[in-house]
């Protein structure tokens, strides 16, 4: 079933455009499909939640977007510029200088404070903030100097956000951010998300196989085996304070 509003009502540019997206996996004998031809849409500003089962396709879809893989076959691009045929080196620029990851698991270095971790990022940027402006965006201005260990899961999810943003990205990508936090401390980190995408007006894109989230987004992308099943347009935006699982 799809559910697509007419046009691009109130949308800005399309910063994603995926035509036949396909990507099969090789594993031994057997061919794994992973995407099945997906065409879609990321505008520019919105948060989108792509929902679906676990195999369903999604984080694949993710990672082609965000440049972390590539497909078997159709065209993926980002205003414009196509990703398909794009080689690693130009891959590993677009990944630098325009997308951040925010994942389940934090991916936090031990041994860094949250601002030494943030800082890896900004080292390397080309118009960061600063570490601080990152932490403080994410609630974290008292908490700077704290190692991972010294922090809840909620607050170390926060200071992977807090990196993922802090060379100004102009996509942000989540997948699962909440899967390994109880709901109080994922809706505060859906929060965090949500500031940022107002703040910031970065493009957000949120892999989650929990439904409820679906009711924050601009638009719910559904995918089921492999292809989009489903397009819904939210007609208004709740604030994750409202969702309950």
């Known amino acids: 079933m799809e559910t697509h509003s007419a046009g691009n009502p109130g949308r800005g540019e399309a910063v994603f455009s ?107 940027a080309r118009d960061p903030l600063t570490p601080e402006a990152a932490l403080e965006l994410v609630g974290l201005a008292d908490r700077m100097d704290h190692f991972p260990a010294q922090m809840s899961g909620g607050e170390q999810q926060r200071v992977a956000i807090a990196r993922a943003v802090a060379k100004q990205p102009s996509v942000l990508m989540c997948d699962e951010p909440t899967g390994a936090l109880d709901s109080k401390t994922g809706i505060r980190v859906l929060e965090v998300i949500e500031h940022i995408n107002k703040e910031l007006g970065t493009t957000t894109a949120v892999i989650t196989h929990n439904e409820v989230i679906g009711e924050m987004a601009d638009r719910v992308i559904r995918l089921s085996d492999g292809r989009v099943s489903e397009t819904h347009v939210n007609a208004s935006r709740k604030s994750p304070s409202e969702l309950h699982w």
């Open 18 to 124: 995926t035509r036949g997206l396909t990507k099969v996996y090789q594993m031994g004998e057997v061919e794994i499909h992973a995407l099945r031809g997906v065409d879609m849409e990321l505008y520019a500003g919105e948060l989108v939640v792509l929902l679906g089962a676990s195999g369903s396709g999604k984080s694949t879809l993710l990672n082609i977007l965000g440049g972390l893989d590539s497909a078997t076959d159709g065209q993926a691009s980002y205003r414009g510029e196509n990703l398909t045929g794009a080689g690693d080196r130009a891959l590993t620029a677009f990944r630098r200088d325009h997308v951040g990851f925010v994942f389940q698991f934090y991916n936090l270095i031990p041994s860094l404070t949250a601002r030494e971790n943030v800082a890896i990022v900004t080292e390397i």
